[in-house]
């Protein structure tokens, strides 16, 4: 009898064990379904003109892509608080990142829509790798560079840009603004990119907002080639804040007050570097090559 029971009892742990591992194998023993999603992440913008360049983005991104997953994230969190101020809910990357991890995608890749690799693209990598070390998450997370990544990218963007300049004669100049920073190495980006736009024309030059090529460094330069109209235009994603106000603004330290001070006739061209799908296509390629390891 005592016998017959042991029996009964082994039988029954034995079953259950059974179940128990054969039901586990079933939940996570099975390969989780591929899921692949692009993250565009860009500064951002609160300007509705330059968010249509955004939406012309994402719709060339999902042609170039199609079936895949896209979404956005913006890196200035001052945008996303204005915006938020606004009504209008735009994650960082980080929170994109998690929200992609909670919908069970399995590979992402970024897209860095940014001009230079400086602080927030190396943010943007560091959060994006910690990421992907995560247990339990992503089967891998990439991060494709941002715009001026090669010199051979620096010479097509100079190509394109200097033939995007409406009635230039060859005596104007052209004066790019380009961000710049005081706190990254990568500014000296902006210094490459000046040479490089010397090499196609001597009257082409890059000054930057916050980094080391002020618009000081320049005067004399233009002064010297006895330069008597020069084109305003922004090496930056978006004609936003900086193009509107730094460079063609009516205050008296904008570029083209100084310039006008200067005796200088000025000419905008307010229109971003995403504003051509021929700079679209070079982040996109960045992404392409990215997309290739999945
Ligand atoms: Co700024």
């Known amino acids: 009898m005592k016998n017959s029971k042991q029996k009964l009892f082994l039988l029954v742990v034995l079953l259950a064990l059974t179940c128990w591992i054969s039901e586990g194998l079933a939940a996570h023993g099975e390969k989780k379904p591929e899921k692949k999603a692009i993250l565009l992440v860009t500064f951002g913008t609160s300007d509705p003109e330059a968010q249509k360049v955004f939406d012309k983005i994402d719709d060339q991104t999902r042609k170039s892509f199609p079936g895949m997953e896209v979404r956005w994230a913006f890196t200035s969190k001052m945008i996303r608080a204005k915006l938020a101020r606004e009504g209008n809910l735009l994650d960082s990357p980080e929170m994109a990142m998690a929200r992609l991890m909670n919908d069970g995608f399995t590979h992402v890749a970024l897209l860095s829509l940014h001009t230079i690799p400086g ?25 494709a560079r941002p715009l001026l990544s090669s010199s051979r990218d620096m010479e097509k963007v100079a190509e ?4 995007k300049i409406p009635g230039r004669k060859p005596s ?29 024309d001597p009257r082409a030059f890059i000054g930057t907002v916050e980094g080391k090529l002020k618009i000081e460094t320049l ?9 008597k109209k020069v084109y305003l235009v922004p090496l930056m994603s978006v004609a936003g ?15 083209k007050s100084i310039l006008t ?16 799908p021929e700079i679209v296509t070079m982040w996109l390629d960045h992404l392409r090559a990215v997309l290739a390891h999945f």
Do not use: R
Request: one cysteine or more; proline letters at 4%.
């Open 119 to 143: 602080e927030e693209f190396h943010e943007l990598y560091q959060n994006a790798h910690l990421f992907g070390q995560m247990a339990g998450g992503f089967e891998k997370i990439e991060v």
């Open 160 to 163: 394109i840009l200097m033939n």
């Open 172 to 200: 104007d100049a052209v004066l790019f603004m380009g961000h710049g920073t005081e706190n990254h190495p990568a500014d000296a980006i902006y210094l490459a990119m000046n040479q490089v736009f010397q090499e196609i």
């Open 219 to 227: 005067l004399p330069k233009l002064k010297h080639l006895k330069i």
């Open 241 to 255: 804040d900086h193009a509107k106000n730094d460079l063609t603004g009516d205050e008296p330290d904008s570029w």
């Open 261 to 276: 001070q200067n005796g200088y006739q000025c000419e905008p061209v307010l229109k971003g570097t995403a504003d051509y």
